[in-house]
């Protein structure tokens, strides 16, 4: 079994600073392309950032010079820092992972997704 715990969340005025962790454990061999996800209230899941096994990293245009994604592969673990926040950042943030199993004698790929932490900017 495989899981991805986050970290991170909570009350932030607009301008302020939020780190959020996800780390995942479990039977992994490893660990593919990580990512950070948000739903807003009656909105989608939209993808914000992700990074590669080799630690490339893309973002959507709205969080681009704002928020920073990394990975310290050795622990399992995806970082998103955000800055300057705004009250459209409000959202539960979810992180995801796409992890090869532990399996012997096979390839076997799972997606895992955390359970959401939620992020609040007001003032």
């Known amino acids: 079994q495989v899981q991805l715990v986050e970290s991170g969340g909570g009350w932030v005025q607009p301008g302020g600073s939020l780190r959020l962790s996800c780390a995942a454990s479990?039977?992994?061999?490893?660990?593919?392309?990580m990512a950070w996800y948000r739903q807003a209230p009656g909105n989608q899941r939209e993808l914000l950032a992700a990074v590669t096994g080799g630690g490339s990293t893309s973002y959507v245009d709205s969080v681009k010079g704002r928020f920073t994604i990394w990975r310290d592969s050795a622990r399992n673990t995806v970082y998103l820092q955000m800055n300057s926040l705004k009250p459209e950042d409000t959202a539960v943030y979810y992180c995801?992972?796409?992890?090869?199993?532990?399996?012997?004698?096979?390839?076997?790929?799972?997606?895992?997704w955390g359970q959401g932490t939620l992020v609040t900017v007001s003032s």
């Open positions: 479990g039977s992994i061999f490893s660990i593919n392309a």
């Open positions: 995801s992972a796409l992890i090869r199993l532990e399996v012997p004698n096979r390839e076997e790929y799972l997606e895992v």
